[in-house]
C-alpha cells in the first residue's frame, strides 16, 4: 500500500435504546460512565444521541447510543456487533462488579475465563449484550481517565473499549477486508474466533470474528449494535482511509464532518456498518470540560433550529 496508514484502535461504538431516560439512569448510575454529550442524530434529528465515556469522552472509551422508542427489538443473527465488551482492571475488580450487578439487579453470566483472561458477561435493562474484561494494566492503548464524579470508585471503573464481537455468516471476506484493507493482524485466536488487532494491540484494538449459531440475518434494533468506529489520527490520514477503501472497491460515504470528530461509513462484506472517525476535535468543542453533556448541544449547523428541534425531544428524566 502506497500510503502507510494505521488504524489507532476503536474509536466509538453506536448502539439502539428505546427508552434514553433508562439509558442514562443504567450507563451513568450502575455504569458510572460519564454522559459527554448530549445531543441529536444529525441525521434523523428528532431522537437523540448520547455519548457515554471517560472523564473528557476521550476516543476509545465512548459507547453511544440512538434512542429509537419504535425500532423493535434486536434480532441477533448474522451481520451484527453481537457483544461488546469493557475493561476493566484486575481480577479484584471483576469481583467488586460481580457484587454491584447483585445489588442493582444486573443481569450477568458469572465470572469467566477465555484464553487465560477474565470476563464478566451481561447485559443492560433493553439486552444489550456487554463483557468486562480484564485487561491486565496493559498500556498498548491506554485506558481512560475516570470521572471524579461518577457513581464508581476509580480503582475499579470502566477504563473504555476492550474488544467487539462481529458475528458474520462467512469469517474470511470480513477477515480480508480487516487485514487487507484496513491493516489489522492476526492475534491468537480464543476458542474458536478469529481475533484481529490493530495499531499497539491488545485491549482497545482488537475485533473478533465468529458465525452466529442463528445464520439469520441480524436486524438492528432496541438491544443491538448499529455501528463500530475505528480511530484516525487525524484530518489527513482520515482523507487517505476514505481513498483507500473506495480503491478496494467498498462503498464508502464522502467525509462527513460531525464538529465533534469527522466520519466515513461503509459496509463490510459481512453486513457490519463500519465508521472510521477522527481522534478530534473532541467533545470539550463547545462545552466546559467541567460540564459536558448537562445540557443540549447541537453542532452549529443545527443551532439555528434549536427550537424546533428542542419541541421534538422527549424529556429525559
Known amino acids: ?62 459507547v453511544t447510543f440512538f434512542d429509537w422508542p419504535d425500532a423493535g ?15 476493566v482492571t484486575g481480577q479484584e475488580t471483576l469481583e467488586w462488579w460481580v457484587r454491584r450487578f447483585a445489588e442493582h439487579g444486573v443481569a450477568h453470566n458469572g465470572l469467566q475465563q477465555r484464553a487465560g483472561v477474565s470476563f464478566l458477561p451481561f447485559t443492560d435493562p433493553e439486552g444489550q449484550r456487554l463483557e468486562l474484561v480484564d485487561d491486565g494494566g496493559a498500556t498498548g492503548v491506554p485506558g481512560g481517565t475516570p470521572w471524579d464524579e461518577g457513581a464508581v470508585p476509580a480503582q475499579y471503573a470502566v477504563r473504555g473499549l476492550s474488544s467487539v464481537t462481529l458475528h458474520v455468516r462467512d469469517i474470511a471476506p ?18 474458536g474466533m478469529c481475533v484481529l488487532e490493530s495499531g499497539p494491540g491488545g485491549p482497545g484494538t482488537q475485533v473478533r470474528i465468529a458465525r452466529p449459531s442463528e445464520q439469520i440475518p441480524a436486524r438492528t434494533g432496541i ?49 457490519v456498518l463500519f465508521e472510521i472517525a477522527t481522534d478530534g476535535p473532541g467533545f470539550a468543542t463547545d462545552e466546559d470540560p467541567a460540564h459536558l453533556g448537562e445540557h443540549l448541544a447541537l453542532p452549529p449547523f443545527l443551532e439555528p433550529h434549536r427550537a424546533k428541534i428542542e419541541a421534538g425531544l422527549r424529556p429525559i428524566e
Request: aromatic letters at 10%; proline letters at 3%.
Open 1 to 62: 500500500m502506497a500510503e502507510h496508514i494505521t488504524i489507532g484502535g476503536l474509536h466509538h461504538l453506536t448502539a439502539v435504546t428505546g427508552n434514553a431516560s433508562g439509558n442514562l439512569r443504567f450507563y451513568r448510575q450502575v455504569l458510572g460512565l460519564r454522559l459527554v454529550k448530549r445531543t441529536v442524530n444529525q441525521d434523523d434529528v428528532s431522537v437523540y444521541h448520547l455519548f457515554y465515556g471517560d472523564a473528557q469522552g476521550s476516543p476509545g472509551t465512548e
Open 174 to 191: 470480513t477477515e480480508q477486508v480487516l487485514t487487507d484493507v484496513l491493516g489489522f493482524r492476526r492475534a491468537d485466536d480464543q476458542d
Open 223 to 271: 438491544g443491538g449494535v448499529h455501528h463500530v468506529a475505528f480511530r484516525a489520527a487525524n484530518d489527513v490520514e482520515h482523507e487517505q482511509w476514505q481513498r483507500r477503501i473506495s480503491a478496494a472497491g467498498l462503498a464508502v460515504t464522502p467525509v462527513i464532518d460531525r464538529f465533534y470528530f469527522r466520519s466515513i461509513y461503509f459496509r463490510e462484506p459481512g453486513g
Open 73 to 87: 427489538p434486536n434480532r441477533p443473527g448474522a451481520g451484527e456487533v453481537a457483544t461488546v465488551s469493557l475493561r
